[in-house]
């Protein structure tokens, strides 16, 4: 929800602060008094292309700031997530500053932003019709998911969008598995050496390293036989063993006149003389492995030397040898088994495809459904917003394959006609600005639960119309505030005593400077300008007793 709007040096405007509140707010005032300048602040603090001429004369830049209510589980959050931001508060301050150069900058919560961001985060925040329509509705990649949450199908759009995805998932594992095919078939006498090679040489996983293990030992092998006949004779000599086994012995002849004295000492000469014997066992069989190696270093190395050679030839480590004879063997197996392994992949692909067909179709007719309902409920809108000739129709056009996607096989889009007998075309190709608001009205209090932005935006949404039908303007403009912040530009009376907020914003000489003021009005005050409208610029008693009627009548 908007909060509030603060502007500096825009067009007439030099200092104006606004605070919006919950439900119906109201702009009023006289023909060219500004409220379009506070539409071009707001748009301009919501990303809109900014321009040098909306700086005010003699002032160095123009700034807009819009201050928004977020939710805890906001969409927006996501979003400012996604770009590095945090909204870290239940505030969020969207920020443009203008130079009297034309160049812009952006800020969100006072960090520098880029104006696409901007311009993001200000679409999920206001939707605007009026002067500058940019999205919404006018924008027809906007429809399908506009039909669809009208619909209210979540669960059946999850079945279709996993559909394409695995759809998509199989198609590319076939591609790949034929463009592997047609490579090998390309390098299959180079594969077929390969595989011979690596075949004949047989690398194991860890072999390298051992072998160079082996190598160090081979090449040392006098002074490592030396060192272990030499560890061996001290540990089964007299220093050794024996001298641990001497040292027990006696002590163990006057143990029964030390009592427990002298355990702790026996305990570590017996373990003493278990880790003496392991360690002569171990030292044994270094001595026999080492004397028993059949192989000679000319071999080691040898073998050594070709594992590393291949290695290199193949640009790989020689511990993945094994794996590249794995990958290579498999591409054969592509050319050898007959063609049965894309076989396997294309029926695989074929039966993804029909569910995804499958999930397409019934989307299709929950989207033909909706179209129906959606079409209906617009239709009854619009004669009490005096568009009784203007026709409603939701278009569903099957695409080719080529188009298909995870939205579906068809595209949704909105189509209008204002007058008997004209084709259905473009919602933006509705000419009159107040008939397009008005049609976008209708549309709007239809689509009411399924409207994303919390903020919606009409400027004169009552352009060239009046008594009833001004009052059904109103009306549903009261409906759509139940559920969210409305914001109308009007010069209707009957849609301004709906107001439940309201600014009169007005055009007054400062010295030789022409200014553009905002008030908030209290009841009596707009009581007033209620009088106004309903009677021009001389304010009658009869068109204060009837403002005061229209009045009592909203909160009735």
């Not at 119906?24 to 539409?39: F, H, M, P």
């Not at 707009?526 to 909203?554: D, F, K, P, Q």
């Amino acid at each position: 929800m908007l909060l509030g709007l603060a502007i500096r040096d825009l067009v007439l405007i030099d200092r104006l602060d606004l605070l919006f509140g919950p439900g119906l707010c109201v702009l009023s005032g006289e023909t060219g008094a500004g409220k379009s300048i506070l539409l071009d602040a707001l748009g301009l603090a919501l990303g809109l292309r900014a321009e040098s001429g909306l700086v005010r004369a003699g002032a160095a830049q123009a700034v807009a700031t819009a201050e928004f209510a977020l939710t805890a589980r906001d969409p927006v959050r996501a979003v400012l997530a996604e770009a590095g931001l945090e909204a870290g508060s239940d505030r969020l301050v969207l920020r443009r500053v203008v130079g009297a150069d034309g160049r812009s900058r952006a800020f969100i919560d006072d960090q520098p932003a880029s104006v696409g961001l901007l311009s993001r985060i200000g679409d999920m925040l206001v939707e605007v019709h009026g002067q500058f329509d940019r999205h919404g509705l006018l924008d027809p990649a906007t429809h399908g998911e506009t039909l669809d949450a009208f619909g209210n199908y979540p669960d059946t759009l999850a079945a279709l969008r996993n559909a394409w995805q695995a759809w998509r998932a199989a198609a590319a594992t076939r591609a790949e598995a034929e463009a592997a095919q047609a490579k090998a078939r390309a390098e299959e006498a180079w594969l077929r050496h390969v595989r011979d090679e690596i075949a004949a040489l047989d690398p194991k996983p860890g072999e390298e390293s051992e072998l160079a293990q082996q190598r160090a030992i081979m090449g040392n092998r006098e002074r490592i036989a030396e060192a272990l006949n030499t560890a061996f004779a001290a540990l089964s000599g007299e220093g050794g063993e024996r001298a641990i086994h001497a040292a027990s012995r006696a002590l163990e002849k006057i143990r029964d006149k030390t009592g427990a004295r002298l355990d702790a000492a026996l305990a570590a000469l017996e373990r003493a003389a278990i880790e003496t014997a392991e360690a002569t066992a171990q030292l044994e069989s270094a001595s026999r492995d080492l004397g028993g190696d059949a192989r000679s270093l000319e071999a080691v190395e040898e073998r050594l030397f070709a594992l590393r050679g291949l290695g290199r030839k193949h640009n790989v480590p020689v511990d993945a040898l094994a794996d590249l004879g794995a990958d290579v063997a498999a591409k054969l197996a592509l050319i050898e088994d007959g063609g049965e392994t894309l076989a396997k992949l294309q029926r695989a692909e074929a039966d993804a495809k029909k569910t995804y067909r499958a999930a397409a179709d019934t989307i299709s007719a929950k989207r033909k459904a909706a179209a129906q309902s959606l079409d209906k409920a617009v239709m009854k809108e619009l004669p009490p917003l005096k568009l009784e000739a203007a026709r409603f129709a939701t278009a569903l056009t099957l695409l080719d394959e080529a188009e298909w996607s995870e939205h579906g096989a068809e595209r949704v889009r909105f189509e209008v006609a204002t007058n008997k007998g004209a084709p259905l075309g473009p919602l933006a190709k509705i000419l009159s600005g107040g008939e397009l608001s008005r049609f976008m009205l209708a549309i709007k209090v239809v689509l009411a639960r399924a409207m994303p932005a919390a903020t919606l935006v009409f400027d004169e949404v009552d352009s060239g119309i009046g008594g009833a039908t001004a009052a059904s303007v109103g009306d549903r403009l009261r409906r759509l505030a139940e559920d969210r912040q409305i914001l109308v530009v009007t010069h209707s009376p009957q849609v301004a005593a709906l107001g439940q907020d309201h600014w009169r914003v007005e055009k007054s000489r400062r010295g030789s400077a022409t200014i553009t003021t905002a008030q908030r009005l209290d009841a009596e005050a707009r009581r007033e300008e209620i009088a106004r409208m309903l009677s021009g610029s001389a304010v009658t008693a009869a068109a204060r007793a009837a403002a005061e009627s229209l009045m009592a009548a909203t909160r009735a």
